[in-house]
């Protein structure tokens, strides 16, 4: 039987005045220990654009983000281990735009469609979910191989967003680490293996229809009700009910099905 876990409100930035160090520091670290106790993690960011989610996500010229944070933390705590135990690292870093998915590392792995634009396929594996076919995926030794190749996606975002600019406010990156700790427990070998997603999603003009969890608009009240929602909306949305039915884990856990039923995943 799987073992609940419960989750707790972790942090808000940005009541008092909060820098780009101090809120990538706060959720780094949480991502980190999400990592060496085997769980998988999805951070995202989301809003309107010029909201500065991208920033916390890359970083600016001369300050870390996000994902450089928790690269080098990573690599930090590994080396603070026993040398009985081993580590490995592998990235991927990928942009979705309307229906295309482009590796932002490797320009073999991407495929040309009919109509000429590079096109990732997406497909479902039984055990590990869905995935990114062809989609590379590199094995880094420590954090300046993984930072050069999480530059290098940085750089064929910016070139794809120079050949067309509303792209970049259109797509959404995903940069994606699987880290699989091997170690002796009792004599027998066995390995965490952790997954985390670090999402910056396309933002949206305007004001999203955040909702309070009552069903009752903050922002236009009175649209119409047959007013097709946005995908900001839809998350929104989405992360409400997951939270409604976290309010009793116990009974979410054993109406799962029925759960997954209400949730509108596929509204967007």
Do not use: W
């Amino acid at each position: 039987m799987a073992t609940l876990r419960p989750f707790y409100f972790g942090n808000l930035q940005g009541v008092k005045k909060s820098s780009l160090k101090e809120a990538c520091s706060c959720f780094g670290s949480i991502v980190i220990g999400n990592t060496f106790t085997g769980y998988n993690t999805s951070i995202f960011t989301y809003g309107s654009k010029s909201s500065g989610k991208s920033t916390i996500i890359f970083g600016l010229k001369n300050e870390k983000g996000l994902i450089s944070t928790i690269l080098e933390g990573l690599f930090e705590k590994a080396s603070n281990y026993n040398e009985e135990t081993s580590f490995r690292c592998e990235i991927s870093f990928f942009e979705v735009c309307d229906d295309l998915i482009t590796d932002l590392i490797s320009k073999r792995s991407n495929v040309k469609s009919n109509e000429g634009s590079v096109k990732l396929k997406v497909r479902e594996d039984p055990v590990k979910g869905p995935y990114i076919e062809k989609l590379s995926r590199h094995i880094v030794t420590d954090v300046g191989e993984a930072q050069n190749l999480f530059s290098r996606g940085l750089k064929s975002r910016n070139r794809m967003a120079a050949l067309d600019p509303s792209s970049k406010k259109t797509s959404s990156t995903i940069f994606s680490i699987t880290f699989i700790t091997a170690s002796l427990k009792d004599g027998l070998p066995m390995e965490l293996i952790s997954r985390t997603n670090i999402i910056d999603v396309a933002s949206e003009d305007g004001y999203p229809k955040y909702t309070n969890g009552f069903n009752s608009n903050i922002f236009g009240e009175n649209e119409a009700e047959d007013e097709k929602q946005g995908p900001l909306e839809t998350l929104n949305e989405v992360i409400n009910k997951l939270a409604s039915y976290n309010i009793n884990p116990i009974k979410s856990y054993t109406n799962m099905s029925q759960c997954e039923q209400k949730i509108p995943y596929r509204d967007s």
